[in-house]
């Protein structure tokens, strides 16, 4: 049976890269053509043609700003800060992937540009306006906890872009892409990494510390209230298969999980290679109820060629040869099952 060509894989970071690059060209393309029109040039702020090199528009006589004409500067200013924050939200969710983040503070880099520059436009002509919102902003006091100091770099990025998209949006998007592109290469090439004969000792000293961890209660307890307890019932079985696994390689001698020690049914791992997880449960679980005593799926992991391995704990019947259920999984053919074999 012919076999489907696996879909090419392409990293996380090139996708973000890729994307953030093309939503730079493409807004600012799309912004050198609304300036082109006549009506544009004329309701947008003046500093806004010096970014597309479309000159310096005629001066305009200074009139007070009606409520119709304050609303649509207040909605355009929000609307900048916006569109120029999301690329920061991604190059941010990128860079802190593996460290893990907070999804208020994600959503802060948003919305805070947006408040931010639709309160200035709102104050920026007002003294006495500017004054009462220096006294409210010392009235009311934000108190959050960041996990990261460079979280804190973040929310000062998305205060100025917020700022400098009321005032100045060539700035604006100067700030923003000026700081991804640094941030990206700064995460890229790993930048400021200790030397690896710093980062020796100190994971020494961490692996240390946690064996002496791992020796008392308070390791399980907290495996339990801050890892088991968000998990499911088919998640918590795939990590208790795994654990007794190890278990049994650190020594082999000990009893099952039966408890019985030699006489109790010994457990094997059955591997599934497939490209189509989903599916392949259908056609391996039947035949794992034809062929063995009982089994438990302990989970799939991704293969680097892009095909994922299904785990399944299983106790063979003495009755059916190994051979039997590797060869009725074999016949069902990919792209449910690759391969089968037991370990």
Do not use: C
């Not at 802060?108 to 540009?113: A, E, K, M, N, S």
Request: glycine content about 8%.
């Amino acid at each position: 049976m012919a076999t489907s060509a696996p879909a090419l894989h392409v990293s996380p970071t090139t996708r973000v890269v890729v994307k953030v690059v093309v939503y730079y060209a493409v807004l600012l393309g799309v912004a050198s053509v609304v300036w082109r029109q006549p009506a544009a040039r004329l309701a947008l702020p003046e500093s806004i043609g010096s970014l597309f090199g479309g000159g310096a528009v005629a001066p305009r006589p200074a009139a007070p700003f009606g409520s119709a004409t304050l609303a649509a500067a207040v909605a355009l200013a929000m609307l900048a800060a916006a569109l120029l924050s999301l690329p920061v939200a991604w190059v941010y969710l990128l860079t802190r992937a593996k460290r893990g983040y907070q999804q208020s503070v994600v959503q802060t880099f948003i919305v805070l540009p947006m408040v931010v520059s639709g309160v200035v436009v709102l104050v920026k002509d007002s003294l006495p306006l500017a004054f009462a919102l220096a006294g409210i902003v010392a009235a009311v006091r934000f108190r959050n906890t960041l996990d990261d100091s460079k979280d804190a770099v973040y929310i000062f990025l998305a205060t100025g872009i917020g700022l400098a998209a009321a005032v100045d949006p060539p700035g604006a998007a100067a700030i923003s892409i000026v700081f991804n592109a640094t941030v990206l290469a700064l995460w890229l090439t790993d930048f400021g990494r200790s030397p690896v004969e710093l980062e020796g000792r100190s994971a020494e000293r961490r692996l240390q510390r946690a064996r002496e961890l791992a020796r008392t209660g308070t390791f399980v307890a907290r495996m339990d209230e801050e890892v088991f307890r968000e998990m499911t019932a088919e998640q918590l079985e795939g990590v208790a298969e795994r654990a007794r696994r190890r278990a049994r390689q650190h020594d082999p001698e000990a009893p099952g999980p039966e408890g019985n020690g030699a006489d109790a049914d010994t457990e094997v791992l059955l591997l599934v290679r497939t490209l189509d997880v989903a599916g392949a449960h259908g056609v391996v679980e039947p035949r794992l109820d034809e062929h063995v005593k009982r089994w438990r799926f302990g989970g799939a992991t991704l293969s680097s060629d892009g095909s994922q391995v299904m785990e399944y704990a299983v106790t063979l019947k003495k009755s059916r040869p190994p051979d039997e259920l590797l060869a009725a999984l074999r016949a069902a053919g990919a792209p449910q099952v690759i391969e089968a074999e037991l370990e």
